[in-house]
């Protein structure tokens, strides 16, 4: 079984990051190949960003030629795209943000989401909603620290301001808790025990999905919502920069 795991940012050592994240959770025969956009934001962060993501992975996928991959992960957590993608690839795609909260659904009563900055917040409430587990979330709390921040390396610092939000998101009445930020892989590892709290990781919970979904045969519906793109022109910009 062969899993392409997509960055939504241009940060190849975030990519890296994730896909050793991916590479822990899969199962004996599974292969994961992390993709990076060409094109987008270093660190998706706010509707701007996110919009900007969507149409970048998008496009990446569009243009893949590497080998054939049965299922498609999207490690980008709140962030735009996903039903794109469904639409434009003929393999399960599971989105860590659905995956994430799906199963924390099943362990427990309400969730809490931990994520990056706290204006990242409203825009994954909105996802969550879309994807129609909004109502089990009991918080979105971030943490104050941005994208690039998890990654340089300040582990301590980290996981402190992981644990005062985790604290917020239990005390609103989270019973499990969700990494909100694909760059935040490994921490439920860390700060688990500590929490005395279920710890989900969206990109170890995205990766079991879809080795399922392949296990058992399952691909994204036609049948409406999902229906192949209808022909037409499209004209796919190249090379912009701001």
């Known amino acids: 079984m062969r899993i392409v795991v997509t960055n939504c940012n241009t940060t190849q050592e975030m990519t890296e990051e994730i896909v050793r994240g991916a590479r822990a959770a899969a199962g004996p025969g599974t292969t994961v190949t992390g993709l990076t956009p060409a094109w987008g934001p270093e660190s998706a962060e706010g509707w701007l960003d996110s919009y900007l993501s ?55 009563r309400r969730y809490g989401v931990v994520t990056t900055l706290e204006r990242s917040c409203g825009q994954i409430e909105d996802s969550l909603e879309l994807a129609g587990v909004g109502r089990n979330c009991a918080a979105v709390v971030g943490t104050g620290l941005s994208v690039l921040d998890l990654g340089d390396g300040d582990r301590e610092r980290t ?47 995205a990766v079991k999905l879809a080795e399922s979904l392949v296990a058992l045969g399952l691909t994204t519906s036609r049948a409406g919502s999902y229906a192949k793109p209808v022909p037409k022109r499209r004209v796919w910009g190249r090379g912009m920069t701001a």
């Open 54 to 108: 969507a149409a970048a992975v998008i496009d990446l996928l569009r243009t893949y030629d590497g080998p054939p991959y049965d299922a498609v992960v999207m490690a980008g957590f709140g962030e735009h795209g996903r039903e794109g993608v469904r639409e434009l690839v003929d393999v399960p795609v599971v989105d860590i943000t659905e995956a994430a909260a799906h199963l924390a659904c099943l362990l427990g």
């Open 159 to 205: 996981e402190e301001a992981f644990l005062a939000a985790a604290e917020q998101a239990g005390r609103a009445g989270a019973e499990v808790l969700v990494l909100g930020c694909a760059g935040m892989t490994g921490l439920e590892r860390v700060v688990g025990e500590k929490l005395g709290l279920p710890v989900v990781d969206g990109v170890a919970a």
